[in-house]
């Protein structure tokens, strides 16, 4: 299987501050094949950004994705109040299709 | 809109049965493939399985075959989780999205919460 860590597990910090989230594989994931999601308290995850670095429709620009091999990071330039939730990688290249723990983004 | 909506909550004795759905909308669902994914309290996300509606073809995650059944209903374009005896270690939400083979998900349900208690 592939695993997929997160870091950190917590990230703490104040509206409109640059958020990096890392993803790191236990093998290498075509790039074509990782994706972020955001899951907010009470709610379903959703798609942010898919093959690394494409953002899901809807999704502002002060979300990017970027990384290859076994190294990707989800960014977020200017953390915005709505920002504040829990963040998942997954890979969907491999089976079976494994997730990260996902980091949680606080308010400081 | 493309739409996965799921059946209510549940609560559960150990041992006891369970088939829970997710119901898509707005798009072709018998062309589509619905993963199933697992959250425990607390925890992150596990991958259970993906079925492809149109010929209810099921590929399983390992960890989760044997214990979950995975089925769709094209007919009215709904999609099944089942258990035939849970257990308390199964009390968790499960979403269901829409994906395919090498494919991201994008809708997820809005998940259903299974809780598991004597």
Same mark, same amino acid.
């Given at each position: 299987?592939?695993?997929?860590?997160?870091? +950190?597990?917590?990230?703490?910090?104040? +509206?409109?501050?640059?958020?990096?989230?890392? &993803?790191?594989?236990?093998?290498?994931?075509?790039?074509?094949? !990782?994706?972020?999601?955001?899951?907010?308290?009470?709610? *379903?995850?959703? !798609?942010?950004?898919? *093959?690394?670095?494409?953002?899901?429709?809807?999704?502002?620009?002060?979300?990017?994705?970027?990384?290859?091999?076994?190294?990707?990071?989800?960014?977020?330039?200017?953390?915005?109040?709505?920002?504040?939730?829990?963040?998942? &990688?997954?890979?969907?290249?491999?089976? +079976?299709?494994?997730?990260?723990?996902?980091?949680?983004?606080?308010?400081? | 809109?493309?739409?996965?909506?799921?059946?209510?909550?549940?609560?559960?004795?150990?041992?006891?049965?369970?088939?829970?759905? #997710?119901?898509? $909308?707005?798009?072709?669902? @018998?062309?589509?493939? =619905?993963?199933?994914?697992?959250?425990?309290?607390?925890?992150?996300?596990?991958?259970?399985?993906?079925?492809?509606?149109?010929?209810?073809?099921?590929?399983?995650?390992? $960890?989760?075959?044997?214990?979950?059944?995975?089925?769709?209903?094209?007919? =009215?374009? @709904?999609?099944?989780?089942?258990?035939?005896?849970?257990? $308390?270690?199964?009390?968790?939400?499960?979403? #269901?999205?829409?994906? $395919?083979?090498?494919?991201?998900?994008?809708?997820?349900?809005?998940?259903?919460?299974?809780?598991?208690?004597?």
């Amino acid at each position: 299987d592939i695993v997929l860590t997160q870091s +950190p597990g917590t990230l703490s910090l104040s +509206p409109g501050e640059r958020a990096t989230l890392s &993803c790191r594989a236990s093998q290498r994931v075509d790039s074509s094949y !990782l994706a972020w999601y955001q899951r907010k308290p009470g709610q *379903a995850p959703s !798609l942010l950004i898919y *093959a690394t670095s494409i953002r899901a429709t809807g999704i502002p620009d002060r979300f990017s994705g970027s990384g290859s091999g076994t190294d990707f990071t989800l960014t977020i330039s200017g953390l915005e109040p709505e920002d504040f939730a829990v963040y998942y &990688c997954q890979q969907f290249g491999g089976s +079976p299709l494994t997730f990260g723990g996902g980091t949680k983004v606080e308010i400081k | 809109e493309v739409q996965l909506v799921q059946s209510g909550a549940e609560v559960k004795k150990p041992g006891e049965s369970l088939k829970i759905s #997710c119901k898509g $909308s707005g798009y072709i669902f @018998t062309n589509s493939w =619905i993963g199933w994914v697992r959250q425990m309290p607390g925890k992150g996300l596990e991958w259970m399985g993906n079925i492809y509606v149109g010929d209810s073809e099921t590929r399983y995650n390992p $960890s989760f075959q044997g214990q979950v059944i995975i089925s769709a209903d094209r007919s =009215i374009n @709904t999609v099944y989780l089942q258990w035939s005896s849970l257990k $308390s270690s199964d009390t968790a939400i499960y979403y #269901c999205a829409r994906t $395919s083979p090498g494919v991201w998900f994008d809708p997820w349900g809005q998940g259903t919460l299974v809780t598991v208690s004597s």
